[in-house]
C-alpha cells in the first residue's frame, strides 16, 4: 500500500511522491527522540528507520535527521540502524518521499526547531541538496533552508556544495 505525500499545511497542496505507511511511530519525551519505522518494498522486503534527535553543533542545538536499514548487531543482538548500507532495492524515490514525509510531522512536536542533514558521506549529502533543488519550488515557500560551509551557516543556493544542511519551518 502507498500513501500519497503532500506538503503540509498548503493551500495548493502539490503531491510529490507515494510513501510507505508507517509500521511504527513513537516520540519519547524523556529522550526528546521522534522514531518512525517502515517497511521498504522494493526486490525485496527492508525494515527502515528515521530518527530525529537532538544535537549540539558549533554551540547551536539541532536535530539529526536520520535514517537507515534495521539491522542486527551480531555482538549484541540488539536491532540498531545502519546508516551506511545501500539496500539497492529498487523503490530509492518512494523510500525517500516516505522519510521526507515524517518533516512536517517532526515540525508538530518542535515547530520552532532546526533539523540538521547530514549525509554518512559527500555523496549522499549531495542526493539530499538534489532533491531539495528537485523540489524547492514547493519546499522554499513553507521551509527556511541554509547550509553550512567554509565555517559559516549561509541561506541555501542552488550549486553550492554544503557540509551539511539545516531546515527549519518559516515564520507565519
Known sequence: ??????????????????????????????????????????????????????????????????????????????????DETESNNGDVKTVFYTVVSTLSKFFEFHPEATVHIEGSNRQRTRIYKGFINRYWGQIEPYYDVRGYASGKIRDFEPGTEYEYLLISRKKT
Do not use: C
Request: proline share 4%.
Open 1 to 82: 500500500m502507498l500513501v500519497s505525500y503532500t506538503f503540509a499545511n498548503q493551500k495548493d497542496k502539490k503531491v510529490i511522491g507515494e510513501t510507505y505507511p508507517f509500521i511504527s511511530e513513537e516520540y519519547t519525551q524523556g529522550s526528546d527522540v521522534l522514531f518512525f519505522v517502515f517497511l521498504s518494498q522494493g526486490e525485496r522486503i527492508v525494515p527502515k528507520a528515521i530518527g530525529f534527535t537532538p544535537i549540539e553543533k558549533h554551540n547551536s542545538k539541532f536535530y539529526n535527521w536520520g535514517f537507515g536499514d534495521i539491522v542486527t548487531n551480531e555482538e549484541t543482538g540488539e536491532f540498531e540502524i545502519d
